[in-house]
Nanobody
Framework: QVQLVESGGGLVQPGESLRLSCVVSGFLFSDYAMNWYRQGPGKERELVAG????????NYADSVKGRFTISRDNAKNTVYLQMNSLKPEDTAVYYC?????????????WGQGTQVTVSS
């Protein structure tokens, strides 16, 4: 059974930090690129950060570059999102995504999401 379980969300003040974690099971974690998406109130879901299966390549949305860091521990089947200098516009539900493309077929798994609220 495939599971992606996010944790670490919460309510913080502007300028503070949070670290999100996503623990996965039910598939070979090291075969999948991992992504963090978010969906703010009244907004479409957007890609925040991604990391390759080996961890050697990362990418970020322009809005979070220099503030967020994605990392993974393949031994722990876990992907992290370190979020620093949080802003009110970072308020959203954050989703963990696992993605693999094999022979032009895309496999996607999603977590249930964790709420991040940045407010004074």
């Amino acid at each position: 059974q495939v599971q992606l379980v996010e944790s670490g969300g919460g309510l913080v003040q502007p300028g503070e930090s949070l670290r999100l974690s996503c623990v996965v099971s039910g598939f070979l974690f090291s075969d999948y690129a991992m992504n963090w998406y978010r969906q703010g109130p009244g907004k479409e879901r957007e890609l925040v950060a991604g990391i390759s299966s080996t961890g050697g390549i990362t990418n970020y949305a322009d809005s979070v570059k220099g503030r967020f860091t994605i990392s993974r521990d393949n031994a722990k089947n876990t992907v992290y999102l370190q979020m620093n200098s949080l802003k009110p516009e970072d308020t959203a539900v954050y989703y963990c995504n696992a993605r693999r493309i094999v022979l032009y077929k895309r496999f996607d798994y999603w977590g249930q999401g964790t709420q991040v609220t940045v407010s004074s």
